[in-house]
């Protein structure tokens, strides 16, 4: 141990402020920060190893930031001299990639503008409005998707109309459509929005069920897909304390 300590001694301080800024940034389980405190550098390279080092893998998508960007640019400038539906179709699923959410919205309706004979323009900008907290006006765009495909973008097309029932006060249509929606989908997302919905109404124990049913995925999960799904678990576990008792 000493002889290791020795080793990593000049780089203690920059190991330990990695793995710190990694556990807040990714915030995996707490019980990592004691160990990169307490056991100091050691801790910090055994946390560096379990849980950063798998997220390389994950780096490849930060890295597309830069000809996303790019791409978008081009697009634009595109633009001015071929408006078509293709390119501010390409240009809505950009800025959805790129979290800019309001941008792709104007950008699917310019698509949709100039030609509306294809779902995923509306369904996307449906998604859009959703996220943006206009769920009244994804209504109708999230009814087309799933009126014309009900297992569309693999039931989460269906599972965000639900959501948008509840939250346009159609309770009862939102509670069958995501009965209907989880016999056979298991995304966490729609799980969470079920859960709500159920917390919404004093219905605690069986939000509680379902939010219950996210963390229980986890045993099951490769751990590339734990990591993606964190901010579900979080959630979860934050509704967990919200309905407890």
């Known amino acids: 141990m000493g002889f290791l300590s020795y080793l990593i001694y000049p780089w ?17 389980d707490t019980y990592w920060i004691f160990i990169i405190l307490f056991l100091g550098p050691l801790g910090a390279i055994i946390y560096l190893f379990v849980e ?27 633009i001015r001299d071929n408006p078509s539906a293709g390119n ?7 800025y959805m990639d790129d979290g800019k959410l309001a941008e792709a919205r104007a950008a699917f309706d310019k698509a949709i503008a100039a030609r509306a004979d294809t779902l995923d323009p509306f369904y996307r900008r449906g998604v859009c409005a959703i996220l943006l907290g206009d769920a009244a006006a ?8 799933v009126s014309k495909e009900p297992d569309y973008d693999f039931g989460r097309a269906a599972g965000l109309l639900a959501h948008a029932y509840a939250l346009t006060g159609e309770k009862e249509k939102a509670e069958a459509l995501f009965r209907r929606v989880t016999i056979t989908s298991t995304l966490s997302e729609t799980y969470l929005n079920f859960a709500e919905l159920l917390a919404s109404e004093g219905r605690n124990a069986e939000a509680r069920e379902w939010a219950q049913k996210v963390l229980d995925k986890r045993n099951s999960m490769p751990g590339y897909l734990k990591r993606r799904e964190r901010p579900w678990f979080r959630r979860a576990k934050e509704m967990l304390k919200r309905v407890a008792g």
């Not at 994804?138 to 998707?145: S, T, Y």
């Open 12 to 28: 203690g301080f920059v190991l330990q402020g990695l793995a710190i800024v990694h556990f807040i940034r990714r915030r995996p």
């Open 52 to 78: 950063a080092l798998p997220d390389i893998g994950l780096l490849g998508q930060s890295f597309k930031v830069f000809p996303r960007r790019k791409r978008i640019g081009e697009l634009v400038a595109a």
């Open 88 to 94: 501010y179709e390409e240009l809505g699923d950009l």
């Open 138 to 145: 994804a209504l109708p765009d999230l009814e087309r998707a």
